[in-house]
């Protein structure tokens, strides 16, 4: 049973480059979300897809923010220009029912 | 809107000890469901638990136990004669059951680090 898969796991960037992570659910999972957690709080929702449709966007997704799932399976996150502020982790889930279930998460530090 | 407040921000106790995470939450929506998940040092948050809201019956699994009271909006957590492998942070989490939204809305979370 393979869970859900993040890449890259850690990312360094400089301030004002674009950065792409990528996200593979749970095979059989429809619904597919994004989260971003900073030191010491709780994960914030960004996005989430049901298939291949973005149902929901939170106010915290600005328009530097993109996200896709094109085929209804894997999705990417696109950051562009990040700014220092940007530096969290972004945690992936997938769910068919209520339930959701986490990835490892991928860390973005920017410079 | 939807909220859910973690007060204790920190716990450190020795092994064997029993613990009770506290979980309050608000939401104007008559069913949703709550949530606990672990987050230990690796992490990977751990889907531990889900409650749907007309189901106050309280849990047991293992040395975990939920405590659901739906007169005071809390959904505690009690990890009994507690283990070394139990430090972590822990989030209570909120979702409406109806109305379009499936997002989550986490507490700030609990750390609890278990003492040998």
């Known amino acids: 049973d393979t869970g859900v898969s993040q890449n890259p796991r850690h990312k360094i960037t400089k301030r004002g480059q674009n950065v792409t992570f990528r996200c593979d659910p749970i095979s059989e999972h429809n619904r597919l979300y994004w989260y971003r957690q900073t030191l010491g709080q709780g994960p914030e929702f960004l996005t989430y897809?049901?298939?291949?449709?973005?149902?929901?966007k939170s106010r915290l997704l600005s328009d530097r923010f993109s996200a896709e799932r094109p085929k209804g399976s894997f999705s990417t996150l696109e950051i562009q220009r990040t700014e220092q502020g940007d530096s969290a982790m972004y945690l992936c889930?997938?769910?068919?029912?209520?339930?959701?279930?986490f990835g490892p998460g991928t860390r973005l530090t920017v410079l | 809107a939807q909220k859910v407040t973690q007060a204790q921000t920190e716990i450190s106790v020795v092994e064997k000890e029993d613990v009770t995470l506290d979980c309050v939450y608000e939401?104007?929506?008559?069913?949703?469901?709550l949530f606990w998940y672990k987050q230990p040092p690796s992490g990977e948050l751990v889907f531990l638990i889900r409650?749907?809201?007309?189901?106050?019956q309280n849990e047991i699994s293992g040395r975990y136990s939920w405590n659901f009271q739906k007169s005071t909006s809390s959904f505690n957590f009690t990890i009994t004669a507690s283990q070394v492998v139990d430090s972590a942070v822990y989030f209570c989490?909120?979702?409406?059951?109806?109305?379009?939204?499936?997002?989550?809305?986490f507490g700030k979370g609990m750390k609890l680090t278990v003492n040998p």
């Open positions: 889930a997938s769910s068919q029912g209520p339930s959701q279930f």
């Open positions: 939401t104007r929506d008559t069913t949703y469901y």
């Open positions: 989490a909120l979702m409406r059951s109806q109305g379009g939204s499936e997002k989550l809305v």
């Open positions: 897809f049901q298939n291949e449709a973005q149902l929901e």
């Open positions: 409650r749907n809201s007309f189901d106050e």
